[in-house]
């Protein structure tokens, strides 16, 4: 496994216009930071997928790793040093985080939440190329456009073709129990290193048996390695288990068993932690008032207060089961946070198209304006390395995932993954642009959609009549536009105009 970004464009944080960029961002971690001091605003953990190195960056802190001997990763599935890890692993980070966006790590650890064989491959049946399914082992995984992919593409991936190879899946596991994968690799087939998580479903101690999904697990009690204080009695009462060893058929030797990834947001000696997860279930309010109320996250119950700060585009009806947020808060139990920020990490926003220019961490596609902060990814389709400073200009397609702001009058992308095609494009694709984003204003001639106006005839738009896209937004309805669009001269044009809610059509 290769670092992808090894001269990451978070070096610029030196520089006042990077830091102006991020602090008008706003949020925990990545933005809205306080760069007047450099006081430590936490000390404990913090998990989250990898967006950067020099050294690495985790839910948006530049966490220096000088001090830990040789830059070691624990970890048991051959990730050993830093320069193992790559963009979108999930990376548990011990130490302390700084106002200035800065932290100093004092240990990183790393566990694959599968590895083995792909039984099937399944592209988003609506054909909107939304995501796609895995079934790795029995187990569920989705695969969308924030997730990185290598070995192979996305786009690879969109056309279902089998996979042969085995893959190496960081995920978080979601409430229906199902996979969200923030990273996927393939990798040569080992039937003797396989590593399966999942909901058991059967345990017999007399049998030296427990069933997860498809897969039977079997176990020499006087051999197998139990982890994080596990007996072979609690087998019977748990809800979940991660499980290494070989695989013949649906069965699977067991050589350690574990709790699942849920344990890599357990409280340390320390008690603050910075994570990023899937919420399990939606927020639900204490009492007759919107706060104070909880929902959970990672194994964990998240209180929210009224001290609690909200990002600008999250709101407590937003906090709903399958989102992908980061919450900066501090432990008042072993599994109770209170939590001080959130913010959202699941995209609501999308521009595709060339580069037209960039400069001071911000860039712009289609006339679409892309901020980066260090939450951002950067990523090639073909795995090669991109950084900010060399995203190709005026010549190659790059697709942008990522949260969209408003700061004043101006709207932007805030960007969390911006992946280069490995082609350049044609002379006639560099005209011509994609962009997903709510509907901020419409006439009978234009839209106007991130930032941007756009001519738009009645015949642009696509299962839906321009009548009643009107309509509907002028009585107040929240309407997210696919667009497809070209440049003409100074203009821009739709081709195409659908409503997000068609694409299952």
Not at 35 to 53: E, K, L, N, Y
Not at 114 to 119: A, I, N, Q, W, Y
Not at 461 to 466: L, V
Request: some cysteine; proline content about 2%.
């Amino acid at each position: 496994m290769t670092r992808q970004l090894r001269n990451r464009v978070f070096e610029l944080l030196a520089g006042s216009m990077a830091f102006g960029v991020i602090a008008a961002c706003g949020g925990a971690g990545g933005g809205g930071l306080d760069v007047a001091d450099g006081g430590i605003r936490g000390t404990g953990s913090s998990v989250g997928p990898v967006s950067g190195f020099g050294s690495v960056f985790v839910n948006g802190v530049k966490f220096n790793t000088d001090g830990i001997p040789n830059q070691e990763v624990e970890s048991n599935d051959g990730v050993q040093l830093e320069t193992d890890l790559s963009e979108g692993m999930i990376l548990r980070v011990e130490g302390q985080w700084r106002d200035d966006g800065t932290g100093t790590a004092d240990r990183l650890s790393y566990d694959d939440t599968l590895r083995g064989p792909v039984e099937q491959v399944v592209a988003d049946p609506s054909g909107a190329g939304e995501f796609v399914t895995l079934t790795v082992m029995g187990q569920s995984v989705r695969v969308d456009g924030q997730t990185v992919v290598r070995g192979t593409t996305y786009a690879t991936l969109l056309g279902g073709s089998p996979i042969s190879d085995h893959v190496r899946v960081s995920a978080w596991r979601q409430a229906d129990g199902s996979y969200r994968a923030g990273y996927i690799e393939t990798i040569s087939p080992d039937l003797t290193d396989v590593e399966l998580e999942g909901r058991v479903s059967a345990a017999d101690a007399a049998q030296n048996e427990v069933t997860i999904g498809t897969i039977t697990v079997q176990y020499d009690e006087s051999a197998v390695s139990f982890g994080s204080g596990l007996t072979e009695a609690d087998l019977a009462n748990i809800t979940a288990l991660e499980v290494e060893g070989s695989l013949a058929g649906n069965v699977l030797t067991a050589v350690t068993i574990d709790r699942d990834d849920a344990r890599r947001f357990r409280r340390n000696n320390a008690g603050d932690i910075e994570f990023t997860a899937t919420i399990d279930s939606s927020y639900t309010p204490s009492g007759t008032t919107s706060r104070p109320g909880e929902f959970r996250m990672g194994d964990l119950t998240v209180r929210v207060t009224e001290t609690t700060e909200l990002d600008d585009d999250v709101t407590l009806a937003d906090l709903t089961e399958g989102l992908l947020v980061q919450v900066e808060g501090s432990f008042i139990s072993e599994t109770v946070v209170e939590a001080e920020e959130i913010e959202r990490r699941d995209g609501n926003a999308k521009a595709e198209g060339v580069i037209s220019s960039a400069a001071d961490s911000v860039f712009f596609v289609g006339g679409v304006e892309v901020r980066v902060s260090p939450t951002t990814t950067f990523t090639v389709e073909d795995g090669s390395d991109v950084t900010f400073l060399t995203l190709p200009v005026g010549s190659t397609t790059v697709e942008v995932e990522g949260v969209e702001r408003q700061q004043g009058t101006d709207t932007f992308i805030e960007a969390l993954k911006v992946e280069v095609d490995d082609e350049t494009a044609t002379v006639a694709d560099r005209d011509r642009y994609e962009l997903e984003g709510k509907l901020t204003a419409i006439t009978p001639s234009s839209i106007m959609i991130l930032g941007v106006s756009i001519d738009a005839a009645p015949a642009s738009y696509a299962d839906n009549s321009q009548a009643e896209v009107i309509n509907r937004f002028g009585n107040g309805e929240t309407l997210i536009l696919e667009v497809e669009y070209s440049r003409d001269g100074n203009n821009f044009i739709a081709d195409e105009i659908e409503l997000e809610e068609n694409d299952d059509d």
